[in-house]
């Protein structure tokens, strides 16, 4: 069963930081493409960040580029998020999801992922 377990959220300030780390089972996190999505409270997912199997290939949401960073570390199994500057609209539940793919182009929409995590909850204090 795949599973990937995000950590990492909690309450910061606004101007404060956080990393969230997800890491995923099995033996193919090399062919996977992965990404981190939001949801607000009566709102539709949306995706954040995002970046390619090779790790060669980022892509930002306009909202927070500038801010956040996302990154992997084959060798763990893992992706982050970091999360500097951050600002009451980055409020939401974080999930992190996966793609079997080996495409460079990074991929934003929620359908085109294959499995998710339980989400970690980030609320940012003005």
């Known amino acids: 069963q795949v599973q990937l377990l995000e950590s990492g959220g909690g309450f910061v300030q606004a101007g404060g930081s956080l990393r969230l780390s997800c890491t995923s089972s099995g033996r193919a996190f090399t062919s996977l493409q992965m990404a981190w999505f939001r949801q607000a409270p009566g709102k539709e997912r949306e995706f954040v960040a995002g970046i390619t199997a090779s790790g060669r290939h980022s892509k930002y949401a306009d909202s927070v580029k500038g801010r956040f960073t996302i990154s992997r570390d084959n060798a763990k199994n893992s992706v982050y998020l970091q999360m500097n500057s951050l600002k009451p609209d980055d409020t939401a539940v974080y999930y992190c999801?996966?793609?079997?793919?080996?495409?460079?182009?990074?991929?934003?929409?929620?359908?085109?992922?294959?499995?998710w995590g339980q989400g970690t909850q980030v609320t940012v204090s003005s």
């Open positions: 999801a996966r793609k079997m793919t080996l495409d460079q182009e990074v991929q934003t929409r929620p359908a085109r992922f294959q499995h």
